[in-house]
Every structure is written in structure tokens, then in C-alpha cells.
């Protein structure tokens, strides 16, 4: 099993940054690969940005890209994402999400275990 908690959330003006950390405990974290997903009320779920296990590969939603960044420390077990030049549609709920296969992807089924979410806020 895999726990995933998730922190950095907040209220932010447009064009400002937030970083989000996903801490993970239980299987080895540098076996499997990362997603960031965000979610607003009444919507689907959607694939914001993705990390292999090594760090090696991120791959990005063409909304994000150029502004948003994952990355990973293996020694820490945790995932980030900076978040700059931030927008109001960039408001949501923000999970981070474990793929223990490693066949990484935009679908949320191709993830195992997910965490709580942390709210991320952008004024306009």
C-alpha cells in the first residue's frame, strides 16, 4: 500500500506561485511513477502533470506547460509542483496520485493510490 498526503495549498492572486508537496509512505517510492491531478466542483477529474519514477520523464497538459513544473526528491519521497504565473482557472482541488506500474499516463485509471486533495485558490 502507498499513503499519499499532500500540503501547499492556498489562496494566491493571479499571477502569483504556490508549491505543492505530496509526502509517501509504504512501498518503495522510487519504484513507481507520480501524477498531479485537479479537480473544481461538478467537473471531472484532470491530468495536470506527470513524473516517472527516476524523474527522468514529466510530461504536462498543454495549459500548464511553461508554468508549472513537477519534479521529485527519491531520498525525501516526495513530489512537487511549482506552480507560477498562476490563473484563476488554475482553481481547484489538487490530488496527487501514485501509478505502481509505472506505465504513466493522463487517465486517472492508470493510477493506484490517491491522496486527500489540497485547495488551490487563484483571485482574479
Known amino acids: 500500500q502507498v499513503q499519499l498526503v499532500e500540503s501547499g495549498g492556498g489562496l494566491v492572486q493571479a499571477g502569483g506561485s504556490l508549491r505543492l508537496s505530496c509526502a509517501a509512505s509504504?512501498?518503495?517510492?522510487?519504484?513507481?511513477?507520480m501524477g498531479w491531478f485537479r479537480q473544481v466542483p461538478g467537473k471531472a477529474r484532470e491530468f495536470v502533470a506527470g513524473i516517472s519514477y527516476s524523474g527522468g520523464n514529466t510530461y504536462y497538459i498543454d495549459s500548464v506547460k511553461g508554468r508549472f513544473t513537477i519534479s521529485r526528491d527519491n531520498a525525501k519521497n516526495t513530489v512537487y509542483l511549482q506552480m507560477n504565473s498562476l490563473k484563476p482557472e488554475d482553481t481547484a482541488v489538487y490530488y496527487c496520485a501514485a501509478d505502481l506500474d509505472s506505465i504513466g499516463g493522463k487517465s486517472q485509471y492508470m493510477y493506484d493510490y490517491w491522496g486527500r486533495g489540497t485547495q488551490v485558490t487563484v483571485s482574479s
Open positions: 509504504g512501498r518503495a517510492f522510487s519504484s513507481y511513477a
